[in-house]
């Protein structure tokens, strides 16, 4: 573990010590792919109590159902770094393909997800083992998200340099078949009950309903100008989608699936998390430096949070 590394988790593990021994119960993850750090939020308070050092260019990242665990992709290692939360230590570096881009975790608690730009492919890997247990390719060219279905048997793969969404079988880990959409689609989100899925295609402005069963578009809503991150509310009500020119979050109503709001960020929004209970949306401004905060009840903004450079995401936890 270098310098930088060690400092980090040192006053990470002072802070959760502090806290009473374990993180808080939901806590927001924020990889700054600018400066190599993750800052940890505290979404009771809005307030960064911690930072880990990846010590390259972390990327996404996901939690594990049970909590303990951290997985983010690191760009300039071509890794998949699994954090332990409570310490904040990175305790295991995972090979991957080069330019390791968005992580999910599945629900069943099984399997990590990874795309994998360069190689064209989702690299699959095994939580009971820490290890990868497949490289599915894709037919998109640089897929950036993988995303679970949320009974963890499907998972829906987005490319920047494709007008279709690759879907794999877990299972039988290839893909099966592939969805048309739009130009570059990019973030992507399942409601709760995996009946639909939305998909921002930026260089069209638009977002595109997917009837899972039948792997058919339903709908097609307009959005800002270059929308990318996606989040579905759990209540199934509402999905979020963040306009990276406009600098603005679209809110879409799931029962017409119009949009009837549109709520002001920073600069470069990109990729966004709910806290568990919906309450909050935590939104990554990529040139803003920072992190804001929406209340989901009346979408409106809570307020900002500085974090590191060029923040990519957000996980919450």
Avoid at 99 to 105: C, L, Y
Avoid at 145 to 171: G, Y
Avoid at 266 to 283: E, F, H, S
Wanted: proline share 4%; aromatic share 4%; net charge neutral.
């Amino acid at each position: 573990m270098d310098i930088r590394m060690r400092a980090a988790v040192l006053v990470f593990a002072s802070l959760v010590s502090q806290a009473g021994a374990a993180p808080v119960a939901a806590t927001a993850y924020v990889p700054n792919e600018g400066s190599g750090t993750v800052s940890v939020v505290d979404t009771a308070t809005d307030k960064v109590i911690g930072e880990i050092a990846t010590g390259g260019a972390p990327r996404g990242s996901a939690a594990s159902p049970d909590g303990a665990l951290l997985y983010v992709s690191e760009r300039k290692a071509n890794a998949l770094l699994v954090v332990e939360r409570a310490s904040g230590k990175v305790v295991r570096r995972i090979a991957l393909g080069k330019s390791p881009e968005g992580v999910t975790a599945s629900r069943d608690g099984k399997w990590v997800a990874v795309a994998s730009e360069e190689d064209n492919a989702v690299v699959l890997v095994d939580t009971a083992t820490q290890a990868v247990v497949a490289v599915i390719r894709t037919q998109g060219k640089n897929p950036e998200h993988a995303v679970f279905s949320p009974d963890s048997r499907t998972l829906f793969v987005s490319a920047e340099d494709a007008t279709q969404v690759d879907v794999v079988d877990v299972a039988a880990r290839r893909q099966v078949a592939s969805i048309e959409v739009g130009r570059r689609p990019r973030g992507m989100a399942f409601s709760a009950d995996g009946q639909r899925a939305y998909v921002a295609c930026e260089l069209d402005g638009k977002v595109y309903v997917i009837d899972v069963a039948r792997r058919a578009v339903l709908k097609v809503i307009p959005a800002g100008q270059f929308p990318n991150g996606v989040a579905a509310h759990p209540s199934r009500a509402r999905v979020y989608v963040s306009n990276g020119r406009d600098g603005t979050v679209s809110v879409i109503d799931t029962g017409s699936d119009e949009v009837v709001a549109q709520v002001a960020v920073g600069k470069r929004p990109w990729n966004m998390a709910l806290t568990p209970d919906g309450a909050k949306l935590y939104v990554a401004n990529g040139r803003s430096n920072s992190v804001t905060v929406i209340d989901t009840a009346g979408d409106k903004v809570l307020g900002e949070v500085a974090v590191g450079q060029l923040p990519w995401g957000v996980s919450v936890r």
